[in-house]
């Protein structure tokens, strides 16, 4: 496990491409299907990307603030 690893107890799934379409993207609320280029069939990669690094931030924030906590609690006692 890495050092920011939250997701201990984690099952995979598999995701077939219509099931990845009606997936919601917790950054946005809107479906993985609605980020396309005008309507297409075609991901749009930069809207995308977008919502990927707003998660990946959100996550290594939370990771960090649960590490300072744990340092604190450490050096308290």
């Known amino acids: 496990m890495g050092e920011y690893d939250i997701m ?17 993207c917790v950054a946005c609320g809107k479906a993985f299907g609605e980020h396309t280029k005008d309507r297409s069939k075609k991901f749009n990669t930069r809207e995308l990307m977008k919502c990927m690094f707003r998660i990946q931030a959100s996550y290594v924030l939370e990771a960090k603030k649960k590490d300072e906590t744990k340092e604190e609690t450490t050096n308290e006692t």
């Open 8 to 24: 201990e107890n984690h099952t995979s799934v598999l995701f077939t491409r219509k099931n990845l379409e009606r997936t919601i």
